[in-house]
C-alpha cells in the first residue's frame, strides 16, 4: 500500500512563514497531479494549490504570491512554502498525490492525515 505524511506545521506569527513537506511512502513506481488542501473550522476543505506532474501550478486567489508549491519527482515529494502567513490560514492542512503503484497498474488518489497551521500573535 501507499502513504502521505506531512509535516512542517505549527504555529506562526503574522507575517511569518512555514514550510509544509508531504513524503510518499510504499510500494511507488511514480507520483502524478498534487496537491495541498486546507479546512479551517466550520469551513469546507479547499484548494490551496496543485501541481501536475508535467509541472503546470495553479493557485487559490487568496494565496497567490504569498505560496508557492513544488515537487521532487525522484524523492516522491510535494511542498508547501507559505509566507507572509495572515491569520486567515491557520487551518489544517492536507496533500493530495496521484500515485501509481510499483506495478503500473493501478493509481491511488491518496490523501494524507492532515498537519496543523496556525497563525496568531
Known amino acids: 500500500q501507499v502513504q502521505l505524511v506531512e509535516s512542517g506545521g505549527g504555529l506562526v506569527h503574522p507575517g511569518g512563514s512555514l514550510s509544509l513537506s508531504c513524503a510518499a511512502s510504499?510500494?511507488?513506481?511514480?507520483?502524478?497531479?498534487a496537491g495541498w488542501y486546507r479546512q479551517a473550522p466550520g469551513k469546507q476543505r479547499e484548494l490551496v494549490a496543485r501541481?501536475?506532474?508535467?509541472?503546470?501550478?495553479n493557485y487559490a486567489e487568496s494565496v497567490k504570491g504569498r505560496f508557492t508549491i513544488s515537487r521532487d519527482n525522484a524523492k516522491k515529494m510535494v511542498y508547501l512554502q507559505m509566507n507572509s502567513l495572515k491569520p486567515e490560514d491557520t487551518a489544517v492542512y492536507y496533500c493530495?498525490?496521484?500515485?501509481?503503484?510499483?506495478?503500473?497498474?493501478?493509481?491511488?488518489?491518496?490523501w494524507g492525515k492532515g498537519t496543523q497551521v496556525t497563525v496568531s500573535s
Open positions: 501541481i501536475t506532474s508535467g509541472g503546470s501550478i
Open positions: 510504499g510500494s511507488i513506481l511514480r507520483i502524478g497531479n
Open positions: 493530495n498525490v496521484l500515485i501509481l503503484n510499483r506495478a503500473g497498474s493501478t493509481w491511488y488518489d491518496s
